[in-house]
């Protein structure tokens, strides 16, 4: 069996209610400045926590105006008033793009390191201060992963920066944080997270430590991502996504993503679609491509999906597909790249793109070339 490194928070708390526990063993810890990034919908659930917090003699300085998909100089500001706060902790409260951030200024408010010049795997020199994530989507699994992204100016690419010291000390997962988060928002982060399962799953470093959460995790989406949708406070169903959300997470560091996450960043860095959204319409298209490479693989996907067997693997992996799009289609994610505002004519130019992101793309189960990537993409017209 392949050697795999596992990387995870030291502690993770997950249940309803559980935000609770962060202000219990923050107050054992003896820390005194707490930056917080959160967003404005969110700051009404965490007003309690920090008055505990505030109660208890801790200086806060909160954050709230990180914007989707941030980019490598707004990181900067943010960094820049951190330091000025002078913060010896740091709690992200949010979503993917709260958590990132939150991560990535833990990790450079003492250090002499340019976030741009760590782009990549394992150029962060060392750990930064405590800190602790709190989703309130059940979607990118960072409060569990080494992994954070951030919009590059300079040629409009999402890029990831990979470290063991962007894992959370401790990830709080409290299912009540996602109760109000809108409709559309739920099906996005929640296409986002059985993708990063499916991708790790069927992944060329897929690995027996790993499956486990990837399947465990595709069943638990696939099986309530709808009834969330629908239904906001369906308590069942939003624990079994922040569940499923949580596995995906854990994927994230020892196996990581593929070709649905390398097509989908053009998407985020040029015409600033959604993360979650941009996988979410690729997600078929890439299975659909990948089959023939692992065929088993797609049928145990489908399987886990729900899916009855056909009378063989090719059928049942099919069966796969088929759910994914009705899945998508239930949840109200658009059909064609045209419904989000992306011209026929980018197809070239997000092709060449995609084809930078070399660090998610050898992972995939079968080679995508160029021409491959134009094609998926015009799949979607």
């Given at each position: 069996m392949k050697q795999i490194t596992l990387l995870q928070p030291q502690k993770i708390v997950f249940g309803t209610g559980c935000i609770q526990?962060?202000?219990?063993?923050?107050?054992?810890?003896?820390?005194?400045?707490?930056?917080?990034?959160?967003?404005?919908?969110?700051?009404?659930?965490?007003?309690?926590?920090?008055?505990?917090?505030?109660?208890?003699?801790?200086n806060i300085e909160v954050f709230q105006d990180i914007v989707a998909e941030p980019t490598v100089n707004d990181f900067k500001k943010i960094l820049e008033v951190a330091r000025q706060f002078k913060a010896d902790s740091v709690v992200g409260v949010g979503g993917g793009?709260?958590?990132?951030?939150?991560?990535?200024?833990?990790?450079?408010?003492?250090?002499?390191?340019?976030?741009?010049d760590c782009f990549g795997t394992g150029f962060i020199k060392q750990k930064g201060l405590w800190f602790a994530c709190l989703p309130t989507t059940a979607g990118t699994g960072s409060e569990v992963s080494p992994n954070a992204i951030l919009l590059d100016e300079r040629d409009h690419l999402k890029k990831g920066i990979v470290s063991s010291f962007l894992i959370a000390d401790v990830a709080y997962v409290d299912p009540k944080l996602t109760w109000t988060v809108p409709a559309k928002v739920t099906a996005d982060t929640g296409m986002d997270a059985l993708t990063h399962c499916i991708?790790?799953?069927?992944?060329?470093?897929?690995?027996?430590?790993?499956?486990?959460?990837?399947?465990?995790?595709?069943?638990?989406i696939?099986?309530?991502?709808?009834?969330?949708?629908?239904?906001?406070?369906?308590?069942?169903?939003?624990?079994?996504?922040?569940?499923?959300?949580?596995?995906?997470?854990?994927?994230?560091?020892?196996?990581?993503?593929?070709?649905?996450?390398?097509?989908?960043?053009?998407?985020?860095?040029?015409?600033?679609?959604?993360?979650?959204?941009?996988?979410?319409i690729l997600l078929p298209s890439v299975m659909k491509f990948n089959m023939p490479a692992n065929i088993k693989r797609h049928a145990e996907v489908a399987i886990a999906l729900g899916c009855q067997p056909g009378?063989?693997?090719?059928?049942?992996?099919?069966?796969?597909?088929?759910?994914?799009?009705?899945?998508?289609?239930?949840?109200?994610?658009?059909?064609?790249?045209?419904?989000?505002?992306?011209?026929?004519?980018?197809?070239?130019?997000?092709?060449?793109?995609?084809?930078?992101?070399?660090?998610?793309?050898?992972?995939?189960?079968?080679?995508?070339?160029?021409?491959?990537?134009?094609?998926?993409y015009n799949s979607l017209y």
């Open positions: 526990t962060l202000v219990e063993d923050y107050k054992k810890m003896g820390l005194q400045r707490l930056f917080v990034l959160t967003a404005p919908p969110i700051r009404p659930l965490i007003e309690d926590t920090l008055a505990e917090l505030k109660s208890a003699g801790v793009s709260v958590l990132d951030v939150t991560k990535l200024i833990a990790a450079f408010i003492n250090s002499d390191q340019q976030v741009e991708e790790a799953y069927t992944n060329k470093f897929a690995h027996p430590s790993v499956d486990i959460y990837a399947l465990q995790g595709i069943r638990l696939a099986a309530n991502l709808e009834k969330a949708v629908k239904n906001g406070q369906d308590q069942e169903a939003r624990e079994a996504l922040a569940f499923g959300s949580l596995y995906g997470g854990l994927c994230l560091g020892p196996v990581n993503t593929a070709a649905v996450h390398a097509l989908s960043y053009p998407l985020g860095g040029e015409f600033h679609i959604p993360h979650g959204l941009s996988n979410a009378k063989n693997d090719e059928e049942t992996a099919q069966r796969g597909v088929d759910f994914i799009y009705q899945l998508a289609d239930a949840v109200g994610i658009p059909k064609k790249l045209t419904d989000l505002g992306i011209p026929q004519t980018a197809v070239d130019g997000m092709a060449k793109a995609a084809m930078q992101v070399q660090r998610l793309l050898k992972n995939n189960p079968r080679e995508v070339t160029e021409q491959d990537a134009r094609d998926i």
